[in-house]
């Protein structure tokens, strides 16, 4: 499919596991993000990624691992999955070829996390 | 550290009405703003994004504002639909901290009735 996708959409899991969300763009855009979206504190970005072989942290980077080996994947690793990483978490990517779509974020569907 | 702010954070109108969404933000260094619609139990769409050298963008019923020195947006949403009901986000990528991250508002969420 084209666009953006994730998976799983949904997932329960419990404490102290490891857990990864995948993220796939089919644009071949540069820069790809992972934001979290909580009640409360709205969506706060976790990691980005300006290219493959390229991440930063951002906002809320603790607990949290990415890695982006390919253009079109960023995985979001939680090494040992804690309660308060309960959350909806979106991917998104920006990058396109005009001054304006380079700028421009899309958004996958977003992944549902529940840490027992 | 850059804050952005929605005002209303919810608003209900009868189905026809122009109406205006704001967003203020702290830091006038800023790339571009962008707004965003977001469905319940969705992701979020891009509506229109107002680069920090333009003043404002349209596509169709939508029109959005930017005056960078006074640090506001506004969202203009013409005669609107019940289909327009949804969460209106808007975010800002701010000059300190990396290129093209954004930094969102709570949002205000619209309810439009028939």
């Known amino acids: 499919d084209a666009g953006i996708t994730q998976s799983p959409r949904y997932k329960i899991t419990e404490t102290g596991r490891q857990v990864t969300l995948m993220c796939h763009q089919t644009w071949s855009h540069s820069y790809m993000f992972w934001y979290r979206q909580d009640l409360g504190h709205g969506l706060r970005l976790i990691y980005y990624?300006?290219?493959?072989?390229?991440?930063d942290k951002g906002e809320v980077p603790d607990g949290y691992v990415v890695s982006r080996s390919k253009t079109e994947n960023f995985p979001l690793t939680l090494e040992s999955a804690t309660r308060s990483q309960t959350s909806v978490y979106f991917c998104?990517?920006?990058?396109?070829?005009?001054?304006?779509?380079?700028?421009?974020?899309?958004f996958g569907p977003g992944t549902r996390l529940t840490v027992l | 550290k850059q804050e952005v702010t929605q005002i209303p954070a919810a608003l209900s109108v009868p189905e026809g009405e122009n109406l205006v969404l704001n967003c203020s933000f702290t830091d006038s260094a800023i790339y571009n703003l962008q707004w965003f619609r977001q469905d319940p139990g969705k992701g979020l769409t891009s509506l229109l994004l107002?680069?920090?050298?333009?003043r404002e963008q349209t596509s169709g019923r939508l029109n959005a504002s930017l005056d960078k020195s006074s640090g506001r947006s506004t969202l203009y949403i013409a005669a609107s639909q019940p289909g327009d009901s949804a969460t209106y986000l808007c975010?800002?990528?701010?000059?300190?901290?990396?290129?093209?991250?954004?930094?969102f508002g709570a949002g205000t969420r619209l309810a439009v009735h028939p």
């Open positions: 107002i680069q920090s050298s333009q």
């Open positions: 975010a800002v990528s701010p000059f300190s901290g990396g290129y093209n991250k954004l930094i």
């Open positions: 990624s300006a290219a493959a072989d390229i991440t």
């Open positions: 998104a990517s920006s990058g396109g070829v005009t001054p304006y779509s380079y700028n421009e974020q899309f």
